[in-house]
């Protein structure tokens, strides 16, 4: 069954370091595309970054880029230079192409990311 | 370009009482899904729309029902509110229907079922 693991509940970082949020995901699809997003305190989920399964080289995006290790079905989320504005929930997310149905994201439980001054 | 807009942002209903909740796309994206936050259940998917036809469906009572209109535009209808139902509903956008297509959601409407 689908499914997406986030085990990170919370993490702590200073301002200006790097931090990796950890991602891992269960399918049976050969396609699929993972997502992250960022929920701050206001609801409103915010897109990050995307990642498809055949993609041969790790997506990036501004500060964000992601540790796409498709062998350890892991697809980890790393926010160079933190700032205080990250401070928020992220969720990784997955969309099968087939047996998922094509716009039903699966979500993770979400890390909430605190940026320390 | 308009982001996904959400209407009311907020809402406080009663046991047995029903609520509509409305959802405008980005313009020129015809998908609509809808997904329920909430802090024990997390984040669970509802429904999508695609031109004006429900597409797929989530694990939710026959009381959670949407549809979509000519324009895109979707509403959301919970009928018998239930305490349970307090939550973030979130809609989310997309121009297509694929694996690979980017999501983008709106504000969210935060109800409270009293």
């Known amino acids: 069954a689908q499914k997406i693991t986030q085990t990170q509940p919370g993490m702590f970082v200073q301002e200006k370091e790097a931090v990796t949020l950890d991602c891992t995901y269960d399918?049976?699809?050969?396609?699929?595309?993972l997502f992250w997003y960022k929920q701050p305190s206001s609801g409103e989920m915010i897109f990050l970054i995307y990642?498809?399964?055949?993609?041969?080289q790790n997506a990036t995006e501004g500060r964000y880029s992601l540790n796409f290790q498709k062998a350890r079905k892991s697809a980890n989320l790393v926010i160079s230079a933190s700032q205080l504005g990250d401070s928020a929930m992220y969720f990784c997310?997955?969309?099968?192409?087939?047996?998922?149905?094509?716009?039903?994201?699966?979500f993770g439980a979400g890390t909430r990311l605190a940026v320390h001054p | 370009k308009a982001g996904v807009t959400q209407t009311p942002r907020y809402l406080i209903k009663t046991r047995g009482q029903q609520v509509t909740l409305s959802c405008s796309p980005i313009s020129g994206h015809r998908s609509v899904s809808w997904y329920q936050q909430t802090p024990g259940q997390g984040l669970q998917f509802l429904f999508e729309y695609f031109s004006e036809t429900q597409r797929n469906k989530g694990n939710f009572p026959g009381r959670f029902s949407g549809r979509q209109f000519s324009n895109s535009r979707s509403e959301m209808n919970v009928s018998t509110l239930e305490l349970g139902d307090s939550a973030l509903y979130l809609c989310?956008?997309?121009?297509?229907?694929?694996?690979?297509?980017?999501?983008?959601f709106g504000p969210g409407t935060r109800l409270l079922v009293l």
């Open positions: 399918t049976s699809d050969q396609s699929y595309g």
């Open positions: 997310a997955m969309r099968e192409a087939f047996s998922g149905g094509y716009n039903k994201l699966i």
């Open positions: 989310a956008s997309s121009l297509f229907r694929t694996a690979q297509e980017t999501q983008y």
């Open positions: 990642q498809g399964s055949y993609d041969e």
